[in-house]
């Protein structure tokens, strides 16, 4: 009987010990992606199609109407596009995605959104949140989250300056209160209004022109950018002004 008890304690003790060690794991690591083999070229799956959202802002060296492709393949831009990640970030630039790669990756992740962007700063501004746009929360959730890894590219190529989102999602209702387009791509969170700190509306909108986006425009104090043509009900066309 009293080894019964003797074996019950220290069982329970040990799963106590691993209850600890698993909750000390994830504060640390709570909102890592589970990265679980090395990917390169002629891989492909949803860690692919992962790893392409996060490096989608390094799209190209110099202005060039393209993307990286979110469709799960690793093809020849997402390599090139893994490249120019590994060397703003300072890892050896091999185009593979292993574990150096994964964790500079994983770092930029957080609950809230990514490392310098929080889901709240592009909520609309009339209290919606993400809802009452043009398509379901959770889809204007995940298209706001993939433009927040490119917005963390931008920063990066601005010299780590801070980046002001003047306008991210607007409802429908709150498009048009602002006097929004008709066919605002903001209806569907893929755009976004910004202002980078001290860096001119026209330095910003180079940046943006090697970060994957197909829209733009600067009015005076922020630019215009988002991802039409990626999306079946965006606007399609590039439209670069
Ligand atoms: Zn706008």
């Known amino acids: 009987m009293m080894k019964m008890v003797q074996r019950t304690i220290g069982t329970l003790g040990l799963a106590l010990l691993f209850t600890l060690?698993?909750?000390?794991?994830?504060?640390?690591?709570?909102?890592?992606?589970?990265?679980?083999?090395?990917?390169?070229?002629?891989?492909?799956?949803?860690?692919?199609?992962?790893?392409?959202?996060?490096?989608a802002g390094w799209a190209a060296d110099s202005a060039s109407q393209t993307f990286v492709a979110v469709d799960g393949q690793f093809g020849p831009g997402t390599t090139a596009a893994v490249k120019r990640f590994q060397r703003a970030y300072g890892l050896s630039a091999d185009g593979i995605a292993g574990p150096a790669t994964h964790a500079k990756l994983n770092a930029l992740e957080t609950s809230t959104g990514t490392k310098n962007f929080n889901y709240s700063e592009f909520h609309s501004k009339d209290g919606s949140g993400f809802r009452n746009g043009k398509v379901p929360e959770a889809t204007v959730k995940e298209n706001i989250r993939r433009l927040m890894y490119k917005l963390e590219a931008i920063r990066v190529?601005?010299?780590?300056?801070?980046?002001?989102?003047?306008?991210?999602?607007?409802?429908?209702?709150?498009?048009?209160?602002?006097?929004?387009?008709?066919?605002?791509?903001?209806?569907?969170?893929?755009?976004?209004?910004?202002?980078?700190?001290?860096?001119?509306?026209?330095?910003?909108?180079?940046?943006?022109?090697?970060?994957?986006?197909?829209?733009?425009?600067?009015?005076?104090?922020?630019?215009?950018?988002?991802?039409?043509?990626?999306?079946?009900?965006?606007?399609?066309?590039?439209?670069?002004?």
């Open 157 to 241: 190529k601005a010299g780590n300056k801070a980046i002001t989102i003047n306008s991210g999602f607007r409802s429908v209702s709150h498009n048009s209160n602002v006097g929004g387009a008709s066919n605002s791509q903001h209806m569907y969170g893929i755009a976004a209004d910004i202002n980078i700190s001290g860096v001119s509306t026209a330095t910003a909108k180079n940046y943006a022109k090697t970060s994957g986006f197909s829209g733009m425009y600067n009015e005076s104090g922020f630019v215009h950018l988002d991802s039409r043509a990626e999306y079946s009900y965006g606007s399609q066309a590039w439209w670069w002004e």
């Open 21 to 55: 060690a698993l909750s000390l794991i994830s504060t640390t690591d709570a909102e890592a992606y589970s990265w679980n083999r090395t990917l390169s070229e002629g891989s492909s799956g949803a860690d692919v199609r992962e790893l392409q959202i996060r490096v």
